[in-house]
């Protein structure tokens, strides 16, 4: 069994212990970031059934992935990264999922893009939930108006997503994240990470990003 398989099966193991402890049925998917990784790594992960990858460059993600998907049409593409107006475009052709959409100007183009080849584009926006000046995100109290606008030029906005600040206990910004996306009363919430996924799922994340803790780190 490669190296990637066994270490998505035992983060697997290890979310479901951890819930079964806390008696939470929610058990998230795992998003495997597979950004700057060579395909020998990501096919045993294919082969093993896995589906949702995530990436943070567009032209890596088409470089990487358009003939995977072809082959295997099974497989979601999740963008994680930093969204550029001039990407969204070729992003729109390779993505499922895109994680990061935090102004009305980036959801516009999104939105004018999917009906061009008519695809739905299932969309989570990016909350700044640390009020950090040097992180991406819709500020809190910006987020109700790009909610609304969103779903006006019919964006499929499925929930809320977050990096919270680093060095800090994220438990509290997880459980702030989660009142926010019931508020809106969405289903799916995209947070936590390779170090702090298992709190993210105790406060109902329905998407864990986890790259590191599966392929090992990045040089």
């Given at each position: 069994m490669?190296?990637?398989?066994?270490?998505?099966?035992?983060?697997?193991?290890n979310?479901?212990?951890?819930?079964?402890?806390?008696?939470i049925?929610n058990k998230?998917?795992?998003?495997?970031?597979?950004?700057?990784f060579?395909?020998?790594?990501i096919l045993?992960?294919?082969?093993?059934g896995?589906?949702?990858?995530?990436e943070?460059k567009v032209?890596?993600?088409?470089?990487k992935?358009?003939?995977?998907?072809?082959?295997?049409?099974?497989?979601?593409?999740?963008?994680?990264?930093?969204?550029?107006?001039?990407?969204?475009?070729?992003?729109?052709?390779?993505?499922?999922?895109?994680?990061?959409?935090?102004n009305?100007?980036?959801?516009k183009?999104?939105?004018?893009?999917?009906?061009?080849?008519?695809?739905?584009?299932?969309?989570?926006?990016q909350v700044?939930?640390?009020?950090?000046?040097?992180?991406s995100?819709v500020?809190?109290?910006?987020?109700?108006?790009?909610?609304?606008?969103?779903?006006?030029?019919?964006l499929?906005?499925?929930g809320?997503?977050?990096i919270?600040?680093?060095n800090?206990?994220?438990?509290?910004?997880?459980?702030?994240?989660?009142?926010l996306?019931k508020?809106?009363?969405?289903m799916?919430?995209?947070?936590?990470?390779?170090?702090?996924?298992?709190?993210?799922?105790?406060?109902?994340?329905?998407?864990?990003?986890?790259?590191?803790?599966?392929?090992?780190?990045?040089?």
């Amino acid at each position: 069994m490669h190296n990637t398989v066994k270490n998505l099966l035992n983060i697997e193991n290890n979310i479901k212990i951890y819930l079964d402890k806390l008696k939470i049925n929610n058990k998230p998917k795992i998003v495997a970031i597979s950004k700057t990784f060579k395909i020998d790594k990501i096919l045993p992960l294919i082969e093993h059934g896995h589906i949702d990858f995530g990436e943070n460059k567009v032209q890596e993600a088409v470089e990487k992935w358009s003939e995977i998907k072809k082959k295997n049409s099974q497989v979601k593409l999740h963008m994680v990264g930093k969204l550029q107006t001039n990407k969204v475009k070729f992003a729109v052709q390779i993505f499922d999922y895109i994680h990061s959409v935090d102004n009305i100007k980036i959801a516009k183009k999104i939105s004018d893009e999917q009906n061009k080849i008519n695809k739905k584009i299932k969309v989570f926006l990016q909350v700044n939930i640390g009020d950090e000046n040097q992180k991406s995100g819709v500020n809190k109290n910006e987020l109700e108006k790009l909610v609304f606008y969103s779903k006006e030029i019919g964006l499929d906005i499925i929930g809320l997503m977050c990096i919270p600040p680093v060095n800090i206990d994220p438990e509290s910004y997880f459980e702030e994240m989660n009142k926010l996306n019931k508020t809106f009363g969405f289903m799916d919430l995209s947070m936590g990470m390779s170090s702090d996924f298992l709190l993210a799922a105790k406060h109902s994340s329905t998407f864990v990003r986890v790259g590191s803790s599966i392929f090992g780190q990045r040089f």
